[in-house]
C-alpha cells in the first residue's frame, strides 16, 4: 500500500533523520561531560581552573547533564524536554562565552558553539510527540520580566542596604 503523499512521507523521514543527528551528539556530550565533571577528569578541571570556575561547580554541572540526556532521548515528556533544552543551551553558550571573555582564541568556544547549535537544530525539529503541546514563549517571558522587574523595584537602594 502506498502512501497518498510521498513527498511528505520523505520530508518526514529527513526530518526524523536530522532530528537524530543533531540529538546524539548533544545527549551523547552531556553523558559523557556529566561523567567528566563527576569524576573530576583533569581535561574538565584543568579548563574550570583557567575559566576562574569553583570546583565545585563540575560536581553541580555533571548531576544536571546526566538527566538532560536521559530525558533528550527518552520518549514523551515533553515539558522536562524544553528544560532539558534550555539546561543544554545555557550550558554550551555560557561555555563559549566563557572562553571568548577569558581571552581564548574562538578555537576553544568552538565545541561548545557546534553543541548549541546541534541543540536548538534538535528542539527545532523534534517530532510532535515530543513538543509541550502547551507552550506559551510570550506569556512566559512577559511572566518572568514582571518578576525581574518586580524585584527590582521592590529591592532596597543600594545605600539603604549598607549597614
Given at each position: 500500500m502506498t502512501s497518498p503523499n510521498p513527498r511528505a512521507d520523505a520530508l518526514s523521514r529527513i526530518r526524523t533523520a536530522a532530528y537524530w543527528v543533531t540529538t546524539l551528539p548533544v545527549a551523547a556530550e552531556?553523558?559523557?561531560?556529566g561523567m567528566w565533571d563527576l569524576t573530576r577528569e583533569p581535561f574538565a578541571v584543568e579548563t574550570f581552573d583557567q575559566l576562574?570556575?569553583?570546583r565545585?561547580?563540575?560536581?553541580i554541572q555533571g548531576i544536571c547533564k546526566l538527566p538532560m540526556a536521559a530525558v533528550l532521548l527518552a520518549p514523551g515528556m515533553p515539558r522536562l524536554k524544553e528544560w532539558a533544552y534550555a539546561g543544554s543551551l545555557a550550558v554550551y553558550?555560557?561555555?563559549a562565552a566563557s572562553h571568548l571573555a577569558n581571552g581564548n582564541?574562538?578555537?576553544f568556544a568552538m565545541p561548545a558553539t557546534v553543541l548549541a547549535g546541534f541543540?536548538?537544530?534538535s528542539w527545532a525539529l523534534r517530532p510532535t510527540a515530543r513538543r509541550d503541546p502547551s507552550p506559551d514563549p510570550i506569556g512566559a517571558t512577559l511572566r518572568i520580566?514582571?518578576?525581574?522587574?518586580?524585584?527590582?523595584l521592590s529591592a532596597p537602594?543600594?545605600?539603604a542596604a549598607r549597614p
Open positions: 552531556m553523558v559523557k561531560g576562574g570556575y569553583p565545585y561547580f563540575l560536581t553558550l555560557g561555555g582564541p574562538r578555537k541543540a536548538a537544530a520580566g514582571r518578576g525581574i522587574l518586580h524585584a527590582l537602594p543600594p545605600e
